[in-house]
Structure formats: structure tokens, C-alpha cells
């Protein structure tokens, strides 16, 4: 079951949001920056108000560190040229009457102590709460995307390059992290610093307004190198995903490189983007050191104003322009931080946006599932009928794929689909696991539409594809993927039905041997068959063969048939097959040419009929 705040982001109420942000102007920084807050604060509104409670708490504590410490020494005649030093002594002497303590030494640096540890122990709580919102809205954003990634389409899956998908995930979902802690951090010096200035204002309001004025000039003058982050953030976002591109495909197609020795080619191909992501980097650290020279210049120059002012201009008695040069001495590093952390949240946005992008687009590609996968497995009792189907992959050609199909499944029957390349066959089999949906007409399971418990249907299939996959783990674990509750007995049945029972025996820990990436450590045929014994596993109601046996040898493709034998009238098979001993057996086939059917019958008679497609394709000998 999926956490609360996952449940309610409903698909319409998600599309909803993104509508109204698409209705801004999409690559506005300042639109995203809003989006990105209010994302946060719809996820953890009361964490960040407890947050901003307790950063209030840790500026007044700091403030008062500094506020009190200069009143308190000299009030405890450490420093008696300021014991007339103004209302300000007054105020504390009298509020140390009040409490019934006489400000001594001790207790003065008592009190001190006391303070200090306060604001340790605030900014201690206030750090863990935002590595925890960090974290989790991290989670919060990388779980949503992956749920609509899984439920997405398949033919919108295979529109997206798998490593453009990869990169959102991992390295665009880091960007946002990072860039939350330092939005945070933002958020905390804000806060902290209007409360510090408020206590500057008390003192001295003329000079705070001269402070704050000359912040201000820095700040406009530093606009540029901002626009520049923003610049830097969008072309990280570009050459990072080309990095994952070129990672991608080149661990994908691993052995053609090798064995056309084209790792050359690669490396400097991978050479040449991580030199270019170098130096975006490296860009970003020379606009950010450049933005730190410029305040530390504007800074001195500021100081001294300051001091000028303060001496000459506002007149300060010695203890308020004391008071007045420890809190900016605390203040002005604030200032720089600020503009630090801004960068690097406008550098974070470009990644922000394209995440928002690709689970926009995912949301509108869904499937037709429920939001919550809870429906109950069907059972198939009557069968499966295709009515007048057809899809083509190209709506804008009509080219169709599958053309005015009808064909009916019957229950505990095997079908097969035979054709030359291209005919259709697969196809079929991805509308019949629901992965495409028909342009017209429509797919029926027991004479109710598939759509109406696609979830169901999907728990009722055992899937064996001609391009098997198994997970970099165990035999065990990779069986137990499909059905988590089977039993050890019940896998080693499944295994014996796909005649790999005595292999996997043989291998050096059993069940619990690891069959490496894809099942790299497993010859092409041990692959197949430990993948049907996984769709064997999970007693379907409907058991369908991809090619399913075209690695194996004669006699376990023997041993095959003869337990797909056995399941006749158990389980509904459907075959598409190369091998014609593969579906001799079949109760129907059914031969597909240009997406339509263009025969049916059982093996025998087609192959009576000489004049037949399914005749011509046996006697030329094209596999089928």
C-alpha cells in the first residue's frame, strides 16, 4: 500500500496542477520557483511551519546572545565606562530586579552560557528537520515519478529513450535534493536575518537603513550572475542527460563495440561530454567565486562607510555602536550566503522543471488502471474474443499493424500465431496483454471489455517473451518476483515443468545462485526456460509463448511440449512460434499476413490444403 500523500495525488489532480503551471510562462524563473514552493509546502506545510517557528526562536536567541552580552558585562562592572550607557542597561537592570538575581559575574556568564546553549540547540534541531524534509521530499518526488513512469503507456515507454528517463530519476532528482537543502538554508538565513535587523533597527534605525540599502546595491549588481546560474543549470541538465545517453548505449550494446573495437570511438565520444560538463562546472564556480569577490570588495567599502556614518553622521554612544558592529558582523556574512544559496537554487530549477515535464507527460499517457492496483485476479471460464480489432502504430499513415482482426480464444484451448516477419504476431500479443489499445473494435475476456480490470488480467498471465529478462539476483529471487508467496516445492515443480530442474540443481548454490545482469552467467536457452518456469509459477489462467522455446535443444523443447501437453485444457496457451513441432498440437492456428488473418485451422488441415499460405510458408521453409 502506497503512503497517504501518494494515494491523493490523483491523476486529474495532478494534471490539474500542471495545467495551471503550463498556463505561466514555462521557462520563467521565477514561475518555477513558485511551483517549486508550493510543491514543498503542500508536501510538509507543517514540518516547514514548525521550521519556521523554531528558525524565529533561533534569530531572537542569537539577537539576544548579542544584545545582552555587552549590557550584562557592564552591568556586572566589567566594563564600567558604559554603565550609563542608555536604556538599554536600564531595561536589564530592572529586569534582573524583577527576577531576583543580582548580575554578577557569575551569573551574568551563567545566563550567557544558558543562551548559547539554547541557540545550539535549536540550530542542532533545526538541521536534522531540514536534512529530513530534504529527504523526504526527495522520496516524495522520485516515488510519484516512478509510479507514473510504471503506469504510463507502453507505446509512450517506448517513445522515451531509456536513458533520458534514468537521468530524471537519478541525476535530475540529486540536482533537486541538493537543491532543496541549500533552499532551505535560504529560508533559515532570511529569517534569522529579519530578526537580527529588527533588533539593529531598535538600536540605530538610520544606520540599518544605510546597511540595508547598501545590501541591496550588491544584490541588484549580482542579478547577472544569477540569470548566468540559471544559464549554467539548463545546460547541466542538457550534458548530463547526453552523458547518461552515451553510458546508456554503450553498456547496452557492450559486445558489438567490442567486437567491432570500436571502444575508441566511445571513449572519446564519452571523453568529450564529460570535458564539456567540466566546464559548465567550473563556469558556475567562476561566476559564484566572482559574485563572492565582488561582496567581499562592496563589503569593505560598506564597512567603512558604516564606521564613518556611525561616528561622524549618527553620533552612536560607544555601548549601541558596539552593540550595532556585532550583530552586521554576524549579519553581513548572511548576506553573502543569501546570494550563495540563490545560485545554487537557481541552478537547481532547470532540473525541477524537467522533472514536473516528464511526469506531466507520463500522467497524461497512463493506462487505464486503477489508482489503486487492488482488483481481484480473473479467472478465464469462457475465453477471449477479438472483434473486427485494429491498431496501427502510425495514426497518421493508417497504416495498421493489426487490420480487421476477429479471433476467438476459447478457454483451455491452445492457439497459435503463425506468420512470416512482420505479419502481426506480436502485435497481437501486446494487445492481448493490454499493453496497446485497439483504434477499433475491441478485446473481450468471458464478454466483458479488458480495460474494465486490466490490473486482474494482467495477474491472470504467465508472460514468456523471445527476448527473456532476468534480474541480477538469485534463481530464487528471480522466480519468486512473479508469485513472492510460492513455496520451495512449488518452485522446483515449476522448474521440472520447464525441464531446467536438473540444471539449476547442478549449479554451485542451487536456487540461490546468482545469475548475473540480464542472466549474462546463463546460456541463452537456461534463460528461457528458468523465465517460463517463472510464468509457470504463477499458475496463470493464461499462459503466453513469445517464441518461448526457439533457444532450446531438441530434447528440452521436447521435454516443453510434452509439459505444455499436459496443461492442455488446464490453462488457455497462446503460441507464437517458429518452430512448427511447436504447435502441432495447437487446437487452432491461425495465419496473420499484412495484420490480418488470412487462414485458420488445426495443423492438419492446413497443411492438407497444398494451396495454402500456411503450406507455401512449411514447404519454403521460412520459419514460422
Known sequence: MLPFHLRSCSRERLLYKYQRIDGRRKDGTMNTLISYMQELYAFCKIKLIVNLVLMVFLGLIEGGGVLLLIPLLSLAGVMPGMSSGGNLVLYIEGLFQTMGLTPTLPVVLGLYIAIITGQSWLQRSQAIR???????????????????????RWLFLLSQAKADITHVLTNELTRVSTGTHFFLQLFATGLIAMVQIGLAFLIAPGLTLLVLGCGAVLFVCSYPFIRESRRMGLSISEFTRNLMFEVTEHLNGIKEVKSYGMEPVQIQNFAKLRHTIEKNFVQFTVIQSQTDLYYKVGAAVFISLFF?????????????????????????????????????????????????????????EQELLVEEPDSTRLELEQG???????FGYDAVRF?????????????????????????????????????????????????????ENLHGWRQSIGYVPQDSFLWNASVRDNLRWACPEASEAAM??????????????????????????????????????????RALLRNPSVLILDEATSSLDTENERRIQQAIEELHGKLTIVVIAHRLSTIRQADQIYVLEQGRVVERGDYLSLTKDKGSRFAALTSAGHEV
Open 130 to 152: 531540514n536534512v529530513e524534509i530534504q529527504q523526504s521530499f526527495n522520496s516524495f518526488l522520485s516515488i510519484r515519478l516512478f509510479r507514473a513512469i510504471a503506469y504510463s
Open 308 to 364: 564613518y556614518s556611525a561616528i561622524t553622521v549618527f553620533k552612536l554612544n560607544p555601548q549601541e555602536f558596539l552593540l550595532i558592529v556585532v550583530i552586521f558582523a554576524r549579519l553581513w556574512p548572511r548576506f553573502s550566503s543569501f546570494q550563495v544559496g540563490l545560485q545554487y537554487v537557481v541552478m537547481m530549477l532547470p532540473a525541477f522543471r524537467v522533472v514536473l515535464d516528464l511526469e506531466r507527460r507520463c500522467l497524461v
Open 384 to 390: 477471449i474474443e477479438f472483434r473486427e480489432v485494429s
Open 399 to 451: 497504416d495498421y499493424a493489426v487490420d480487421g482482426v476477429s479471433v476467438v480464444l476459447a478457454a483451455g484451448t491452445t492457439t497459435a500465431f503463425v506468420g512470416v516477419s512482420g505479419a502481426g504476431k506480436s502485435t497481437m500479443v501486446d494487445l492481448l496483454l493490454g499493453l496497446l489499445t485497439p483504434e477499433w473494435g475491441g478485446i473481450f475476456v468471458d464478454g466483458r471489455p479488458l480495460t
Open 492 to 533: 522446483w515443480e515449476s522448474l521440472g515443468l520447464a525441464a531446467v530442474d536438473g540444471f539449476v540443481q547442478s549449479l554451485p548454490e542451487g536456487l540461490d545462485t546468482v545469475v548475473g545482469d540480464r542472466g549474462v552467467r546463463l546460456s541463452g536457452g537456461e534463460r528461457q526456460r528458468i523465465v517460463l518456469a
